[in-house]
């Protein structure tokens, strides 16, 4: 079935590039820091995908920042939300940053452009959603700026639209696969990156100061999730691989309310606007679980709650396993005009009427609260100490700043791509305006073409889908909103087996142009090196916190665990783990009960 | 819970697997002269998309299939293609809608480079030409500028663009003319032409009424068939015609 087209391997042509700043990915977070960069100085945007495909479009509901313009509201407000939302797991110094500087960051996207949707008087409406409060926990308020629900489909065209008018340098469809560094020890400082080009199968070395990661999320290690296809992990990965540290790793939400089977979102603003949870015996069950906030409580509770009622027999349908999203009670205009995007979701991939069936929901794999740990400048940090490695910038959702800890409350993100894509990208240009050009060895290429070749020439018997079929299942089985020692050591063994087969996979298809039969092989190394830091993580935090739920651990120990997890690559590949602290603040711990 | 009884039902009718025969246009530059047909057979549930259905090919069959996707759910824009002879996004098409054979196919008027793969460079550069960006010179301050409901719904439809180029690919005049711009530049025009808050509505309604712009379009209807977002792309193009008419200011 399969045609032979030519193995071009020992051919490969490297191009050079020299750059200020180089950023990788073209999400909300790469593009809100290349709008900092641009016109200031040579910087190259590289992205796997075209900018307006990134994952940040697929955000429904909306952006928290407290502007008060419906309702009363202070940005302290938010921060106390945040933290108690974190499990307190959260750098209370952070967190007061990004809830600052929200009102600025919305403020920014309006002028660039932004179509919001507006009270009557012409203001940035807002709604509420998820673990938002007014005063410390008193009753739900309306802090979510949103514009219809496709708030993250307008954050990215309209980031595109500032890049497109100042000029930005993109490099579309070019999949960085490694990071450059000069010097060693203290010395050590970010150097560039190397990119492989899909329409040619070129290389290309970009030399650079300054290099900021934004590759977004890595959901596809989970069975059912509402990430895209490309949400691999890659620039975590591969920093992983070179010595950087990952933090927080054990900590993944998981959505309440994803499309049953599929993981398709249905956005929280969705309850934001009344929609009810019910069990297959028809039970509003979140009245039960968080009497005060109900169906509007964190996601990791509802979630819980969910998986609580399936386990015992309360789901629905044949197999007793989802709940309803329940609509039907709402007026249909309002249905029409706040949730036009996820009514059509259900329609498609269901066949049901959101006015009128309840909707069968799951909760589905959504946000990576782990990930390369920066301080609040985007400045990636390497150690518990805070030791930062010159020239090396994260932000977005492939980042840990922390502010969401072990639990990120809804808005948050898009919050985060905003306030610390602009701070990565200023301290980003401001350290490039003050050092010389690295230099780059005439072999930086060369670990990438060889492993290109190798996958390409392999006869190996093992299939990459498969193998990232086996993984997905795995995790969603044993690692995902409900753990334990058990579950954990399962995923590990299998995990274990799938990374020797891993070495055995080969590919159809050995040409050049186009090959996403390679860059899958490639992506599936990522999953498979961040599942075993997330499970590492898991199994050794012996406690409930956020979305790492222990059932063998139910409760929080703050005495022992109130610290960040750094999982390092030792040179066997195997996982080492140090801790840091927690960054304390006006906020102390407290039970979590809403 | 009467309807979602009826409604799980209609779901299990959904879950029985069907033989999808699957006709797709290939095109490989390192071997091929000209594009070629090859025939696939892959067991489905009619809930299943095309997208679903170029899957199980690639990673069943044969991973040399090349095709663009990245968010599965019609939001991202990357797998615009032609299904039985016309252009949808392979994501939110399911079999149970378009049948259990299909011919699938390159999107025309941009330059295939492998098999679904087309060029779309010259696409963005159109997008590109027509300013799309927001223009206003005033200092609004620290604080957002007012926008009532009434402005901010004149443009709301053109908003929803994905720039999956469904539209711009299905319209003969695209086909036949490299110079117009095509569909989806002109609605991504209209966003901000129709945008109370922006001040360069005289230089884009100049830049429409160019012999690139507007007034090629002949009301074929067909991009507003084709987008996947439910936008009434002719209606935009008429809207900004009749703005160069009349209300040029
Ligand atoms: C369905 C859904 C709904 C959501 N709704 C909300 C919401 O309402 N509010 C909220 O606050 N948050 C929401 N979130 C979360 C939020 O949208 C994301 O966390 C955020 O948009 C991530 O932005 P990003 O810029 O970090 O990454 P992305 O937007 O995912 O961008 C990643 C970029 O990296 C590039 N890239 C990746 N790997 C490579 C590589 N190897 N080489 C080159 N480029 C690469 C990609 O091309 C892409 O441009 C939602 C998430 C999902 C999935
Ligand atoms: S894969 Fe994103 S629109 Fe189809």
Known sequence: ?????????GAVNIHYHSYDAVIVGAGGAGMRAAIETAGKMRTAVITKLYPTRSHTGAAQGGMCAALSNVEEDYWEWHAFDTVKGSDYLGDQDAIDVMCREAIDAVVDLEHFGLPFSRTPDGKIDQRRFGGHTRNHGEAPVRRACYAADRTGHMILQTLYQRCVASGVNFFNEFQVFDVLFEGEGEDRRAAGVVAYEMATGDLHVFASKGVLFATGGFGRIFQI??????????????????????????????HPTGIYGIGILLTEGARGEGGILRNGLGERFMERVAPTVKD???????????????????????????VYLDLTHLPP???DAKLPDISGFVRTYLGLEPKTDPIPIQPTAHYAMGGIPTNVNGEVVIDSAGTVLPGLYAAGECACVSVHGANRLGTNSLLDINVFGRRGGRRMAEYVAGVDHPSVGKEAAGDVRDRIEQIKASNGKEKVAALRAELQQAMMRDASVVRTAESLENASR???????????????DKGSVFNFDLTEAIELGSLLDLAGTLLAGAMARNESRGAHWRDDYPVRDDANWMKHTLAYREPDGTVRLEYKPVVGGRYQPMERKY | METAEAGAQAQDAMMQEVEVH?????????????????????KLK??????????????????TLSFRRSCAHGVCGSDAMMINGVNRLGCVNLISDVGTSLVIEPVRGLPVIKDLVVDMEPFFAQYRSVMPYLINADDPGYTERRQSPEDRARFDDTTKCILCGACSTSCPVYWANDQYVGPAAIVNAHRFIFDSRDQARAERLEIM??????????TAFNCTDACPRGIKVTEAIEEVKRAILYDRS
């Open chain 1, 296 to 322: 509007l409580a964190p996601r990791d509770m509802v979630s819980r709650a969910i998986h609580a009622e399936i386990r015992e027999g309360r789901g629905a349908g044949p197999n007793k396993d989802y």
């Open chain 1, 494 to 508: 299998v995990l274990a087996e799938l990374r020797e087969r891993y070495r055995d996979i080969s590919i159809d």
């Open chain 2, 209 to 218: 009424n160019q012999k690139s712009g507007v007034w090629r379009c002949r």
């Open chain 1, 1 to 9: 079935m399969v045609r032979e087209n030519p193995c071009k391997t």
């Open chain 1, 333 to 335: 205009e309002q249905i």
């Open chain 1, 225 to 254: 999730s509402s990430n895209a296809h490309t949400l691999t992990g890659d620039g975590p990965a591969l920093l992983f691989a070179r010595g950087i540290p990952l933090e927080d790793m054990e900590f993944y939400q998981f």
């Open chain 2, 46 to 63: 009619p809930s299943d998309t095309v997208l679903t259905a170029l899957h199980t090919v690639k990673w069943t069959i044969d991973g």
């Open chain 2, 22 to 42: 699957l006709r797709i246009k290939r095109f490989d530059p390192d071997v091929d002269k000209r594009p070629h047909w090859e025939e696939y057979f892959v």
